[in-house]
């Protein structure tokens, strides 16, 4: 397993328990390193996707109503919305990253740790996400 994926599986589990427990990123990221170990390198990237994602929820949070019309974000599931938003924010601020390659990434996160419709549901976000910034890029 590539150390991104590796790092956005851990920080999964890190938004989803900030999102849960309402405690904040930096005391969650330091109860996840408590208890796991993970590379260096997975581990730095994982730190960035949760500060970063957190950092910019509300501007995220917009970004994800504006792609879901028959969805509110507060009826949205979990898991769900932590992969959303950790996807919207790696398309949003790191460039250096294929957003075909983040939005796979997001995908498969869902089939593995949501529901059956999870994968889809996220799909069908994320490429309105994606065809929005794309049409912004070219104007």
Same mark, same amino acid.
């Given at each position: =397993?590539?150390?991104?994926? /590796? #790092?956005?599986?851990? &920080?999964? @589990?890190?938004?989803? @328990?900030?999102?849960?427990?309402?405690?904040?990123?930096? @005391? &969650?990221?330091?109860?996840?390193?408590? %208890?796991?170990?993970?590379?260096?390198?997975?581990?730095?990237? #994982?730190?960035?996707?949760?500060?970063?994602?957190?950092?910019?929820?509300?501007?995220?949070?917009?970004?994800?109503?504006?792609?879901?019309? %028959?969805?509110?974000?507060?009826?949205?599931?979990?898991?769900? /919305?932590?992969?959303?938003? =950790? &996807?919207?924010?790696? =398309?949003?601020?790191?460039?250096?990253?294929?957003?075909?390659?983040?939005? %796979?990434? #997001?995908?498969?996160?869902? /089939?593995?740790?949501?529901?059956?419709?999870?994968?889809?549901?996220?799909?069908?976000?994320?490429?309105?996400?994606?065809?929005?910034? /794309? =049409?912004?890029?070219?104007?």
């Amino acid at each position: =397993m590539g150390h991104r994926r /590796k #790092a956005r599986e851990i &920080a999964l @589990q890190v938004l989803y @328990q900030v999102d849960t427990t309402g405690i904040d990123a930096p @005391q &969650a990221l330091e109860l996840f390193w408590l %208890n796991f170990e993970a590379p260096a390198n997975a581990r730095d990237f #994982a730190t960035l996707l949760v500060t970063g994602t957190l950092a910019h929820v509300d501007e995220i949070d917009n970004a994800i109503r504006h792609c879901s019309d %028959n969805w509110s974000i507060e009826r949205m599931a979990r898991v769900d /919305k932590s992969i959303l938003r =950790m &996807a919207i924010y790696e =398309m949003l601020y790191l460039h250096e990253i294929p957003p075909k390659a983040t939005l %796979n990434e #997001a995908i498969d996160l869902g /089939k593995r740790y949501g529901s059956e419709n999870s994968g889809s549901f996220i799909n069908g976000i994320l490429d309105a996400f994606y065809s929005r910034i /794309k =049409m912004t890029d070219e104007d």
